[in-house]
C-alpha cells in the first residue's frame, strides 16, 4: 500500500478480506488541492471546512487510513493503531459518517463492522510483508456516558466529523487521547492528531475564532472553495470549486433554488455565518437593514437606556433614543455561568469605558426583585452597590416586551428603519436573526412549534432588550390608543427620571 499526497495521487495497495478475490485491492484517490495540503500537514489539531459535496468526509476517511498504514511496524510486523471517529449523535453518525467510511472500505473487502460494537477492526495483510491491525471506533456524544468512554480511550488520532456541532473543549479533551496507542514501550505512533472537519460555522464560533483570528501553534485549518460565489448580490457557480468531478452537473445551481440566501451562503458558498432553524421569535428583523455597516457612535447630550436580564447568565443591551424617535443600539455585554456581582463590576466598566460621558438610564426584569437565600441581596441591591441605579419594569409580559421589539424594528421613520444595531452587538444580532427561536416540534404533517422561546445563550441579550424598550416607554405606547390625526412629535421625550413606561411617549404614527 503507498499513499502518494505530493503528487496530488492517493493509491492504496493491499491484499483484500474476500477469499473469492484473491488479487491486490486497489483504492485510488485524488485529493483536491485544498485536501493535499490538508493532508500533508504535520499540525496536531487540523481542520477542513468546505461546502457540501466538497469532499470532506471522504478526505478524512482516507486520511485516517493513510496513517493507519503509514505507522511502523512492531517487532512482529504489525502497523498496530487505534482512532476515534466522532459525531455528535448516533443517527447522524449511522446515517453520514458511516456510510462515507464503508463506501471507500466496503465489508465485503476490508472486513465486517460490528455494529453491536460500532467498531471496524481490520486486519491487512501489505505487500511488503507486514500487516495493518487497526481499530476504528464510530462514537456518538449524545449521551454523557458515551462522552466519558470516549475520553477513557488511549488513541492514535482521533477524526471529528462535522466539528462545529460540538464543543472545544471535546477536540482539546481529544488531544490529550491521542498518542497513546501503541504506548512508548511498544514503539511509539508513528503519527497523532486530530483531523477535523465541517460545514461552515458561525463567525463566533469557536472555529472561527482559532482559524481566522488565533491561529494558535499547533492549529492548522484549510478552507475549500465554495461550490457558488455570489456577485452582487446572485450566486453563479465557482470554476475554482473542488471535487466537481465527482457531483452531479450543476449540483449547487440545482439545490439553491427556493433556499433562503443565508442558506445558500453557508452551505453552497462556504461562508461563515448563521442558518435560521424553527421559528425566529422576530420575524420582523432584517439583518440587511437593522444592522449598521459600522459601529455606531453614541450622541452626546442623550441619556444611555440600559435593559437587564438577570440569572446565572446576565446579559445588558445599551441604546440611545434619538430625537426622531429612532432607536440605536450601540453596545451589548453578555456572560456565562457568572454571578450577580462580577456582572456588575464589568457593566460598571463598560460604562465608564466607553459611555463616561452619557448618564445611564437602567431598566431590569421585575424578577430581579427576589432575594438570593444565599446573602438576602436582590440583583438590584448589587447593581446600587456598584452604584448602578437600576430599576425594575413595571411589567414582565413577554408578548408586551415581544411587540415593543416588534413595532420599533417595523417602524418607518423618514425613511429610515426605526431601530439599528451596531456590529458590536454581535449576539444580539444572532438573536434577532433566529437564533432565539420558537423550536419546531418533532409533529409529523404540518409545522408546529413550542409556545414560548427557548432558553439559549441568545435569549438573554435579546430580554435584556426588551426590557429596555419597556422600561424607555414603548410598552405604554403600545397600550395607548393614537388616533391617525394625531401627529408624531418633532421631538422625542428622554427624560432622566420619573416613571420609565412615561418615558418617550409619542403621539401619533409613522
Excluded at 219 to 228: I, M, N, T, V
Excluded at 475 to 494: C, E, H, I
Aim: charged letters at 25%; proline letters at 7%; a neutral charge.
Amino acid at each position: 500500500m503507498a499513499f502518494f499526497v505530493r503528487t496530488g495521487q492517493a493509491v492504496l495497495h493491499c491484499q483484500t478480506m474476500n477469499e473469492t478475490k484473491p488479487d491486490l485491492l486497489r483504492v485510488h484517490y485524488s485529493p483536491p488541492p485544498t485536501v493535499a495540503r490538508f493532508m500533508a500537514s504535520r499540525a496536531l489539531y487540523r481542520g477542513l471546512m468546505g461546502p457540501v459535496g466538497s469532499g470532506k468526509s471522504s478526505a478524512c476517511s482516507i486520511e485516517l487510513m493513510a496513517k493507519a498504514k503509514a505507522q511502523a511496524p512492531d517487532a512482529t510486523g504489525l502497523r498496530r493503531t487505534r482512532f476515534a471517529v466522532v459525531r455528535n449523535t448516533y443517527r447522524e453518525l449511522k446515517d453520514t459518517t458511516l456510510k462515507t467510511w464503508l463506501s471507500w472500505f466496503p465489508e465485503d473487502d476490508f472486513g465486517p463492522f460490528a455494529r453491536t460494537e460500532m467498531t471496524h477492526h481490520l486486519h491487512l495483510p501489505l505487500d511488503d510483508g507486514t500487516s495493518i491491525e487497526a481499530e476504528f471506533l464510530f462514537r456518538a456524544l449524545d449521551k454523557p456516558q458515551d462522552l466519558k468512554k470516549l475520553l477513557s480511550l488511549e488513541l492514535t488520532g482521533a477524526w471529528v466529523n462535522e466539528a462545529r456541532e460540538l464543543p472545544l473543549s471535546l477536540i482539546e479533551a481529544l488531544g490529550d487521547r491521542v498518542e497513546r496507542f501503541p504506548s512508548a514501550r511498544e514503539g511509539g505512533c508513528s503519527w497523532a492528531g486530530v483531523i477535523m472537519d465541517t460545514n461552515p460555522p458561525d463567525a463566533d464560533h469557536w472555529w472561527h475564532r482559532l482559524a481566522e483570528e488565533q491561529k494558535p501553534e499547533g492549529w492548522d485549518f484549510f478552507r475549500q472553495p465554495g461550490g457558488l460565489q455570489e456577485i452582487d448580490g446572485a450566486f453563479h457557480p465557482n470554476p475554482q470549486a473542488e471535487n466537481l468531478p465527482h457531483l452531479p452537473k450543476d449540483f449547487y445551481l440545482r439545490r439553491m433554488a427556493g433556499k433562503n440566501p443565508r442558506h445558500v451562503r453557508v452551505y453552497y458558498c462556504g461562508k461563515y455565518g448563521f442558518v435560521q432553524d424553527g421559528m425566529p421569535v422576530y420575524p420582523e428583523f432584517d439583518e440587511a437593514r437593522h444592522v449598521a455597516q459600522a459601529p455606531l457612535d453614541a450622541v452626546d447630550g442623550l441619556p444611555l437606556f440600559v435593559g437587564l436580564d438577570f440569572g446565572l447568565t446576565p446579559a445588558a443591551a445599551l441604546a440611545q433614543r434619538l430625537p426622531d424617535g429612532r432607536w440605536l443600539f450601540l453596545d451589548e455585554l453578555v456572560s456565562q455561568n457568572m454571578g450577580m456581582v462580577r456582572f456588575a463590576a464589568l457593566l460598571n466598566d463598560l460604562l465608564h469605558e466607553r459611555y463616561a460621558q452619557l448618564t445611564p438610564v437602567i431598566w431590569g426584569d421585575p424578577a430581579g426583585m427576589a432575594r438570593a437565600q444565599t446573602d438576602e441581596r436582590t440583583p438590584y441591591d448589587i447593581l446600587r452597590a456598584k452604584g448602578l441605579h437600576a430599576r425594575p419594569t413595571t411589567t414582565n409580559d413577554p408578548l408586551l416586551r415581544r411587540e415593543a421589539m416588534a413595532a420599533a424594528l417595523s417602524r418607518n421613520i423618514d425613511g429610515a428603519p426605526g431601530l439599528m444595531l451596531s456590529p458590536r452587538c454581535r449576539t444580539l444580532i444572532r438573536g434577532m436573526a433566529g437564533a432565539w427561536r420558537y423550536r419546531r416540534l418533532l409533529v409529523s404533517g404540518e409545522d408546529r412549534y413550542t409556545d414560548a422561546p427557548e432558553k439559549n445563550r441568545f435569549s438573554h441579550v435579546c430580554e435584556a432588550a426588551q426590557y429596555l424598550l419597556v422600561g424607555a416607554g414603548e410598552g405604554l405606547r403600545l397600550l395607548t390608543p393614537q388616533g391617525p390625526a394625531r401627529m408624531r412629535q418633532a421631538k422625542a421625550v428622554n427624560e432622566r427620571g420619573g416613571r420609565g413606561e412615561r418615558e418617550g411617549f409619542f403621539s401619533g404614527g409613522e
